[in-house]
């Protein structure tokens, strides 16, 4: 593990997609803890579509990451020195620690997580992460499944898709995924069980859609908008609801994206459409980890994680994402993880 | 009233406004109604935004309007004759009875309404009507207001705009009413109780908004579509909800107008976007009539009708709604009242 803090601090507003020299790489003395803080060593960095929107001056649902300062992200890590009562040396936990080998906490931006052997550390920041939480509550508490409706979720192969998939299953949908190769198709509908999936690389989306959704679409899970919004919202029956999870497909653009061009639909359908962020859940976090936790013991949900090594290639990473080369939850890893 | 049954049937389909030569003059006999049937003198006859949806080719929430059929129109009317057990001669029943003097009808299409003289007529077209159940539900069931919470509404000296603003003053929300004309703003804040109003065709809506707002938009109840729809999701709070009652601005165009460039908005601020139709709202009519008809005797609320006299005139009626130059509810006029 490092000896000194290597960190990537934003270094510039990115146009489009991101580029290293966006980022400054900068290599600092390790911090000492004062009283009543934890020096921890970060292990596992979470890479989510997210953090380019927090690279743009636009204030969003969260304020932006300022010039100058270490690039926010989601962390697992390992407290290696504790100045504060509620944490000793080898806690695992979690927080918003940054792009960064080691990170200083006064315990207010940490959650102190299970020892357990048989949950993959990287879990924290997945399905009983960000991932979970966004799937769990935007398909139950928006999307508001029932049995028999028609499900068609986006971005279907990623961190959240294919759990908010998998769900949709359990509930009794039809579920069709939309996904960007012929692989993630397979995945999702050899593996994972959806009833359908659409290569929207290579096919085209609307005359799949009606094949993949005879009756209609009851439920759209977006996580990317645009062009797929508008197709999916031709298609939609009354009363449908739209999750707005992520709309990734516009992230990277320099100019306000035009709106989905048939959204009069909205109206004619008496359709909802509704954003949400995990952030407004986390005080029901627990209803949605015992969902999870055992459907995930029972087998019926599976999810997988791609990981990146070393934080250095963390810029490269959130670009996987963007160009879709990631398979699953992506993050990166930053140390090695301990043997308890 | 006439001896003949004059009608006005769609012609072809229009481009951008309405005109006269998309409907085609008739006059006919007066039928006679079978074993089973009742037929109506047409009163007054009801105009709304929506028959403009309902004269495009395209299918919206109702069948199109077929071409070389009588225009499609809510109406008010009495019974000239019976041959129906339910109803007898006298009635006053209320249907989707058409652009025409006279109307046959076997008893499914028609409700019968009250005979209370202290109840204009109109208002069963009106306040006791679709304009009435659409601010009423809108508003309440997917606005859901909140005291001291922030209403916009545009289109708000309208027939369902100046009912929306005046129940969000009765449910304790700061209102903000947009409107066509300094005559209509004045109307909404002096008469009927609006918190302030905005001129959208002399005044940046944004920055009156920001000014008459300074708390945020919670609810906005949209009426209108397009522009203002996209300057208004600029300053909404969490968790606003928008309710898509109309889209007016829209109904004239010819091609797909695109949606707000602001979508991205609704994921950001975890806002609610949803569409409704009064149909669906049918079996609970009287929940609206409950509270509606108590406000109106209390004198809490307002209601103006624009009467517009002669069937001949109905074409260039709804282009009133359109140009803005309607004051209120807007009926056409077809035959005198009953007195009672």
């Given at each position: 593990m490092s000896k000194i803090n290597r960190q990537w601090r934003l270094a510039a507003r990115?146009?489009?997609?991101?580029?290293?020299?966006?980022?400054?790489?900068?290599?600092?003395?390790?911090?000492?803890?004062?009283?009543?803080?934890?020096?921890?060593?970060?292990?596992y960095l979470s890479i989510d579509p997210?953090?380019?929107?927090?690279?743009?001056e636009e204030e969003s649902y969260m304020p932006p990451v300022q010039i100058g300062e270490i690039m926010r992200g989601g962390v697992v890590g390992i407290i290696e020195e504790s100045r504060h009562s509620d944490f000793e040396a080898g806690d695992i936990v979690q927080g918003l620690l940054g792009w960064q080998d080691y990170a200083i906490d006064d315990g207010t931006g940490i959650v102190k997580l299970l020892k357990?052997?048989?949950?993959?550390?990287?879990?924290?920041?997945?399905?009983?992460?960000?991932?979970?939480?966004?799937?769990?509550?935007?398909?139950?508490?928006?999307?508001?499944?029932?049995?028999?409706?028609?499900?068609?979720?986006?971005?279907?192969?990623?961190?959240v898709g294919s759990l908010v998939g998998q769900i949709g299953k359990i509930k009794g949908c039809r579920v069709v995924g939309i996904a960007g190769s012929d692989d993630k198709c397979d995945w999702i509908t050899n593996e994972l069980g959806f009833d359908a999936a659409i290569n929207y690389k290579t096919e085209s989306v609307s005359q799949s859609l009606s094949r993949h959704c005879p009756d209609g679409i009851d439920i759209y899970f977006d996580n990317v908008g645009g062009e797929i919004l508008e197709t999916v919202l031709d298609q939609i029956n009354l009363h449908a609801r739209i999750v707005l999870c992520g709309m990734i497909s516009q992230y990277n653009a320099s100019e306000p994206v035009p709106g989905?061009?048939?959204?009069?639909?909205?109206?004619?359908?008496?359709?909802?459409?509704?954003?949400f962020i995990v952030l407004d859940y986390l005080d029901r976090v627990m209803e949605a980890m015992?969902?999870?936790?055992?459907?995930?013991?029972?087998?019926?949900?599976?999810?997988?994680?791609d990981i990146v090594d070393g934080l250095k290639n963390a810029p490269h990473a959130v670009n996987m994402l963007f160009d879709g080369s990631n398979r699953g939850k992506l993050v990166v890893k930053l140390s090695e993880e301990p043997s308890f």
């Open positions: 990115p146009e489009g997609l991101i580029r290293e020299s966006d980022f400054e790489w900068r290599e600092e003395v390790i911090p000492s803890p004062s009283e009543g803080q934890v020096l921890i060593r970060n292990i997210t953090y380019r929107i927090w690279m743009n357990d052997v048989s949950i993959p550390m990287t879990h924290y920041l997945g399905i009983f992460g960000g991932n979970g939480l966004a799937a769990y509550f935007g398909l139950m508490d928006i999307g508001q499944p029932k049995e028999g409706e028609t499900l068609v979720v986006s971005a279907a192969a990623g961190g989905p061009r048939n959204f009069v639909n909205v109206l004619y359908k008496r359709a909802r459409i509704e954003g015992t969902d999870l936790g055992t459907w995930l013991f029972e087998g019926r949900l599976q999810y997988k994680v």
